[in-house]
C-alpha cells in the first residue's frame, strides 16, 4: 500500500510518459522499494507478550496461555537479508542441543509475508527482508502454565440482609524488583448496593455504579507485596424471593 499510494495523485492527473510500476510491485519482495538509503543502519526489535488467566472460585487455574507478537522497527539501507534465532525446542532438538531449561513450545505461529516459509519449516530459521520502517515479524501463542502474577482473593461477609462488607486481598507474585504499572482490579457488586464505603491500603477505589463494580486502581505494584481493600455497602432491606443469583 505503501508504495502504490507513491501513484496515486488527489487533482486532476494526466500521464505524459507511459509509466511503468515500480520494480517492488513486480518483483519477488513487493513488500520493499529498491534504493533505500540510511546514514545509520538500525534495527529495534520488542516482544510484547499478553498473559491470559483463568481462575474459578475454588482458586484452581482453569486455563492459562500467553500471546506474543515480535514487534520490528527497521532502517536499514538496500535489501538487507535478516536472520534471527529463536529460544524453540523444536530448533534446539533438531541441533542435538538440550532442550531444558528456557527452551518454548510456540504454537499458532504467524509470520509476515517477508518470511521465507520453506526455509522455516526447513530448519526453523527465521530468515526475511524486511519491510522499510514498522511491521509485526511474527506473532505466536504459548500454552503454558504461568502463576497468576497478581493473585485476588475475595471474603464477602453479610451481616444482615442490608449490609454487606467485602474483604478483598492483591498480592503480587513476582519478583520484588519488577513493578506492575496501572493495575486496575474490578469487584462486581449486586446492581442494588447504595453507599459504598471503600477503604484501600495502596492506590484509589471508586464505586462505578454504571457497572456495577468498584474499580480499584494501583498506580505501581511492586513484586511481592500485599495490598488489602475494604469495602461495606447497604442492600434494600426487601429482597425478590426469585432474585437474581449472585455474581
Not at 492527473?13 to 534504493?35: C, H
Not at 527497521?74 to 528456557?102: F, H, I, W
Request: hydrophobic share 35%; glycine share 4%; charged share 25%.
Amino acid at each position: 500500500a505503501k508504495i502504490l499510494s507513491e501513484f496515486i495523485k488527489t487533482d486532476a492527473y494526466k500521464l505524459e510518459v507511459s509509466q511503468r510500476p515500480p520494480m517492488a510491485v513486480t518483483n519477488a519482495v513487493s513488500w520493499r522499494s529498491d534504493g533505500i538509503r540510511y546514514n545509520r543502519n538500525e534495527v529495534f526489535l520488542d516482544v510484547i507478550e499478553s498473559v491470559n488467566i483463568l481462575v474459578n472460585s475454588n482458586g484452581q487455574l482453569i486455563r492459562s496461555d500467553v500471546n506474543g507478537a515480535l514487534k520490528m522497527r527497521t532502517y536499514l539501507s538496500g535489501m538487507p537479508e535478516c536472520k534471527l534465532g529463536l529460544n524453540d525446542r523444536v530448533l534446539l532438538e533438531a541441533q542435538g542441543q538440550s532442550a531444558r531449561g528456557k527452551s518454548v513450545d510456540l504454537e499458532d505461529i504467524k509470520f509476515h509475508q517477508c518470511v521465507r516459509l520453506a526455509r522455516f519449516e526447513n530448519d526453523r530459521t527465521i530468515s526475511f527482508i524486511p519491510p522499510d520502517g514498522s511491521f509485526d515479524l511474527m506473532t505466536y501463542r504459548l500454552s503454558t502454565q504461568v502463576k497468576p502474577l497478581i493473585w485476588v482473593e475475595a471474603q464477602v461477609e453479610r451481616y444482615s440482609r442490608s449490609r454487606v462488607e467485602m474483604l478483598i486481598k492483591a498480592k503480587s507474585q513476582f519478583k520484588e524488583r519488577s513493578y506492575a504499572t496501572n493495575v486496575e482490579i474490578e469487584l462486581p457488586v449486586p446492581p442494588d448496593a447504595t453507599n459504598p464505603s471503600v477503604r484501600t491500603s495502596m492506590g484509589s477505589a471508586t464505586y462505578a455504579p454504571e457497572n456495577d463494580a468498584i474499580m480499584w486502581k494501583i498506580r505501581s505494584f511492586p513484586g511481592n507485596k500485599e495490598y488489602l481493600l475494604r469495602a461495606e455497602f447497604l442492600l434494600p432491606s426487601v429482597s425478590a424471593d426469585d432474585g437474581v443469583p449472585e455474581r
